[in-house]
């Protein structure tokens, strides 16, 4: 059965990610880009193959979601995935199911902070990448499917109905915040190995632990990526350059980014969302 790794985009899924590949794939902590590799990502067309014709066909795609996890559950083994699809039912065609879930870690921003990582990565200004962010459907996740081999279509939604779709369910469900993996990463690591022990035989001490936090700090990957180890970068649409995928981390305070009028339509727009989040009072 799958353990999905799910997110919004920018939410620090991959940060979440590296740390669990460290701790499940290497005996001494020591992270490095190769072990992603371990933890695929879904939908992928591979998982689809012989299953549907045209991948750019999103009712196509929906249509056999389920088909293409049973095909994965198949090797009956815990495989764990990470994803930005919103855990939605659409028409009659579920995300998944009970069947071929067995739990999720779910990464959650600050939708503030989201807005400059979004921009950054997707190539948007400020104003577009807060429609991406409210809009009520978004298809895809702002990448050009057509220069990858392997994308394909996503439905993310807004920013709130992607996080209460994953979330509702309260069982075999950790919430990670970015946030708390900034302030206090030990204690994230530790609340992501008790929650996954219950699910995976894997062994890990003081000593590794250590050794993934340190690996897997944020200033740690963005030096990895600078020395060009990093393979899951997009384009700049306009330089055709590779956009730095890990951006500014710590130092992205919506506080300085964003002015005043983006800042209280975002906190209207979530404010149930964040408020549960302690994002705002």
């Known amino acids: 059965m799958i353990i999905w790794l799910a997110s919004y985009p920018k939410s ?3 940060w979440v990610r590296s ?4 701790l499940i794939h290497s005996n001494d902590g020591v992270f490095n880009f190769e072990l992603l590799k371990n933890i695929q990502q879904f939908p992928e ?16 795609i929906k249509q056999n979601w389920i088909e293409a996890q049973e095909r ?14 919103g855990k939605y039912t659409v028409g009659e065609h579920n995300f998944t199911n009970n069947d071929n879930t067995l739990g999720v870690i779910y990464v959650v921003r600050d939708p503030r902070n989201l807005i400059k990582s979004i921009s950054n990565h997707f190539t948007l200004d400020l104003e577009k990448s807060y429609n991406f962010l409210t809009s ?13 081999q392997d994308g394909m279509y996503n439905l993310l939604g807004r920013w709130n109905d992607h996080y209460r779709s994953w979330t509702r369910v309260k069982d075999n469900l950790l919430l990670v915040k970015y946030e708390n993996l900034i302030l206090d990463p030990k204690n994230e690591l530790v609340k992501i190995i008790k929650f996954l022990k219950k699910f995976i035989n894997f062994e890990t001490n003081e000593n590794k632990n250590n050794k993934i936090l340190e690996t ?10 600078n020395k060009g180890l990093f393979k899951e970068n997009v384009l700049n649409k306009q330089t055709k350059s590779k956009v730095n995928f890990f951006h500014l981390g710590p130092e992205n305070n919506w506080q ?3 002015d005043e009028k983006m800042t209280k339509d975002i906190e209207k727009k979530f404010k149930n969302e964040m408020k549960e989040l302690d994002y705002i009072n």
């Open 136 to 148: 009520p459907e978004i298809i895809g996740n702002g990448k050009s499917w057509s220069e990858r």
């Open 45 to 60: 067309k591979k998982f689809f193959k012989d299953i549907i014709n045209d991948f750019s066909n999103f009712d196509e």
């Open 72 to 85: 994965i559950n198949l090797n009956n083994q815990i495989n764990l995935f990470k994803t930005h699809q």
């Open 256 to 258: 300085n980014l964003l």
């Open 19 to 22: 740390m669990i590949a460290a």
């Open 12 to 14: 620090g899924n991959t």
């Open 216 to 225: 897997t700090s944020f200033e740690n990957l963005k030096k990895m990526e």
